[in-house]
């Protein structure tokens, strides 16, 4: 069956520290993977795309990676702030985005 | 604000009610999703419109839920006889069209469902 992975429910870290969030998935082969925030209450919002054919995106302090031999998507935070404390949600979504899956999503906390 | 509206923001019903949720999209948005959420899930994928037309509907969205977006603009989704799990978050999103960076999706804030 089709499963979309994220390392842990819960990270906590140091503010200024890099936070590292994992996405894994199995029986998909993704056109591109994306990124979203959630804070409580809210929608997710839009953080970064990264299609089959890139292996590493940058956007300020974000950075993601996409390594589709290893069916896996790591997201950095650097100097990492408690502004940045929400859920980080992994989506993948086939070529037609009809059907766009989400991850359980990483609860990141940064403590000042 | 243009971004994605949804109406109301809270609703409370007792079993066995029917409900109607409202959506209001990007303007310029043709696509058009819902999802549910629930507390500690990512969102679960409901159905998907294009203009006015429902392409895809996911297997969660048993025959007591039905979507409609009529005109091409705003969408509802309504639940008839509404069970306990059917309390959730309910999201729209929306979205421009493929190629044209249709693959990013706005939310709105959702509807916050419970069902007594």
């Known amino acids: 069956s089709q499963k979309i992975e994220q390392n842990s429910e819960a990270l906590n870290i140091q503010e200024g520290k890099t936070a590292t969030l994992t996405c894994n998935y199995t029986?998909?082969?993704?056109?591109?993977l994306q990124w979203y925030r959630q804070d409580p209450g809210r929608g997710p919002v839009f953080l970064l795309l990264?299609?089959?054919?890139?292996k590493e995106k940058r956007k300020e302090r974000l950075k993601v990676t996409f390594d589709t031999t290893l069916k896996q998507s790591l997201f950095h935070i650097t100097a990492s702030q408690p502004a940045d404390s929400a859920t980080y949600l992994c989506?993948?979504?086939?070529?037609?985005?009809?059907?766009?899956?989400f991850g359980a999503g990483t609860r990141l906390t940064v403590k000042p | 604000d243009t971004g994605v509206s949804q109406n109301p923001r809270h609703k409370i019903t007792k079993r066995g009610q029917n409900v109607t949720f409202r959506c209001d999209p990007i303007?310029?948005?043709?696509?058009l999703y819902w999802y549910r959420q629930t507390l500690g899930q990512g969102p679960e994928f409901l159905t998907y419109?294009?203009?006015?037309?429902?392409?895809?509907k996911s297997r969660l969205l048993s025959d007591r839920f039905s979507a409609e977006r009529p005109k091409g603009s705003f969408s509802t989704l309504e639940i008839q006889r509404t069970e306990q799990g059917d309390s959730a978050m309910y999201l729209c999103?929306?979205?421009?069209?493929?190629?044209?960076?249709?693959?990013?999706?706005?939310f709105g804030s959702g509807t916050q469902l419970s069902v007594l």
């Open positions: 303007s310029e948005h043709n696509r």
């Open positions: 990264i299609r089959e054919n890139e």
């Open positions: 999103a929306s979205s421009l069209p493929a190629g044209q960076g249709g693959e990013k999706l706005f």
């Open positions: 419109f294009q203009n006015e037309a429902q392409l895809e």
């Open positions: 029986n998909y082969s993704p056109a591109y």
């Open positions: 989506a993948l979504a086939p070529t037609n985005n009809n059907d766009m899956r």
